[in-house]
């Protein structure tokens, strides 16, 4: 049962959320079972619901990981959630990254089979590799399984990376 501040929250957004009851009303008891998490971000949450409530079984189990992110998410959620499968499992990671990778996220998710298990590695490089990104993904499959020994010494290797690059093929 939500508590009486999720209530207040509720009460106070009434107007919206009776604007989008078409909406909302197929995922009633999902909603009102998370409701104490949710209620805290319905302003993030309601101009997107067309969008997100229809994963909203995939995104629940991951709602500790995803909420805190929730305002950044949900503008963004026509692109992310098509990969969700995917995605979900690996946003403690990705998340923290969010603002670096959501500019080329449509250059990467195609991508996303390949890189996602590298993510942990790559990731806190992100900023220098990800100006580099056009040219790196063509060879992604072929660099990754070697990303921790390049990485070692990524200074050198990007300065150098238009002049590798052609002889890798």
């Not at 604007?19 to 998490?37: Q, Y």
């Not at 994963?55 to 991951?62: I, M, Q, R, S, W």
């Amino acid at each position: 049962m939500p508590k009486s501040r999720t209530y207040r929250l509720l009460f106070k957004n009434v107007t919206k959320l009776l604007s989008k009851a078409p909406t909302l009303l197929p995922h009633g008891f999902a909603l009102f079972a998370n409701a104490d998490e949710l209620a805290p971000h319905i302003d993030a949450i309601l101009p997107h619901a067309d969008v997100l409530l229809p994963h909203l079984d995939k995104l629940l189990p991951y709602k500790e990981t995803l909420l805190p992110y929730i305002d950044k998410i949900a503008p963004q959620a026509a692109i992310l959630l098509p990969h969700a499968d995917a995605l979900l499992p690996k946003a403690h990671i990705l998340l923290p990254y969010f603002d670096l990778l959501m500019p080329v996220a449509e250059k990467l998710l195609p991508y996303k089979n390949i890189m996602l298990p590298y993510a942990e590695v790559l990731l806190p490089h992100a900023e220098k590799l990800l100006p580099h990104i056009d040219m790196l993904l063509p060879h992604a499959q072929r660099l990754l399984p070697h990303a921790e020994d390049m990485l070692q010494d990524i200074d050198v290797l990007l300065k150098h990376i238009d002049k590798l690059l052609p002889f890798y093929d």
